[in-house]
């Protein structure tokens, strides 16, 4: 059964460093074959797809969030991370991990259960 698990500051001060880690367990090799990334529902809007790495490392990013986030993820430790520099209080919202598949359109099969996180002084 897979499994993943969002974690990090639910608070974060104007300017500084957002950081989220997200452990995947279970499925064995079947998560590999997985993007692992981010969605994010800032409150009253819509869900928003952030991004997504590759097992070889490779990136993708929604255009609007590329200049403003990045992305990695750690095989050996099954973790994807996500840090946002400079947050500002527009990036206020419930963050999810969530392992895609890719079909003209990212499709997230796995989710977690989701992080508020807080911008604001």
């Known amino acids: 059964q897979v499994q993943l698990q969002e974690s990090g500051p639910n608070l974060v001060k104007p300017s500084q460093t957002l950081s989220l880690t997200c452990t995947v367990s279970?499925?064995?090799?079947?998560?590999?074959?997985?993007?692992w990334g981010w969605i994010r529902q800032p409150p009253g809007k819509g869900l928003e797809w952030m991004g997504a790495?590759?097992?070889?490392?490779?990136?993708y990013y929604n255009p609007a969030l590329k200049s403003h986030i990045s992305l990695s993820r750690d095989t050996s430790q099954n973790r994807v991370s996500l840090q946002t520099d400079s947050a500002t209080p527009d990036d206020t919202a419930v963050y999810y991990c969530?392992?895609?598949?890719?079909?003209?359109?990212?499709?997230?099969?796995?989710w977690g259960q989701g992080t508020q996180v807080t911008v604001s002084s």
């Open positions: 969530a392992l895609f598949k890719f079909d003209s359109t990212w499709r997230g099969d796995y």
């Open positions: 279970g499925g064995s090799r079947t998560t590999d074959y997985y993007y």
């Open positions: 790495v590759a097992y070889d490392g490779s990136t």
